[in-house]
């Protein structure tokens, strides 16, 4: 389901934003990583993206998480996405690599 491939691509791109098309056709374009269009019809799933190393392993992601969702079940309920804060998450990452290989080799 649609839905279903909203929340994996939110789990892997994080943000995925909605793009207005140039028709009104029964046609939902989602722009995943800024750079992936994501045009869905439907039956069919269609990728668009510039060329470039970066673009093309984002476009892998997307891809994988495209056929993830259709390979799995849609369920009844969709957690909500939970907003990380950014500076707990590097306070614990550097905390973690600190533990790791020691405070002298990891700066605050």
Same mark, same amino acid.
């Given at each position: 389901?649609?839905?279903?491939?909203?929340?994996?691509?939110?789990?892997?791109?994080?943000?995925?934003?909605?793009?207005?098309?140039?028709?009104?056709?029964?046609?939902?374009?989602?722009?995943?990583?800024?750079?992936?269009?994501?045009?869905?019809? $439907? #039956?069919?799933? @269609?990728? +668009?993206?510039?060329?470039?190393? =970066?673009?093309?392993?984002?476009?892998?992601?997307?891809?994988?998480?495209?056929?993830?969702?259709?390979?799995?079940?849609?369920?009844?309920?969709?957690? $909500? #996405?939970?907003? @990380?804060? +950014?500076?707990?998450?590097?306070? =614990?990452?550097?905390?973690?690599?600190?533990?790791?290989?020691?405070?002298?080799?990891?700066?605050?």
């Amino acid at each position: 389901s649609i839905q279903l491939l909203l929340h994996i691509l939110q789990m892997t791109a994080g943000q995925v934003e909605t793009v207005i098309g140039e028709s009104s056709d029964k046609k939902k374009i989602i722009r995943a990583f800024g750079s992936i269009d994501i045009i869905l019809e $439907t #039956n069919l799933v @269609t990728l +668009e993206w510039i060329a470039s190393p =970066c673009n093309d392993m984002f476009a892998d992601a997307v891809l994988s998480a495209i056929l993830q969702a259709e390979s799995l079940e849609s369920p009844k309920y969709f957690p $909500t #996405n939970t907003i @990380t804060d +950014e500076t707990h998450f590097k306070q =614990c990452l550097i905390e973690l690599l600190q533990d790791m290989f020691g405070e002298d080799s990891v700066p605050k």
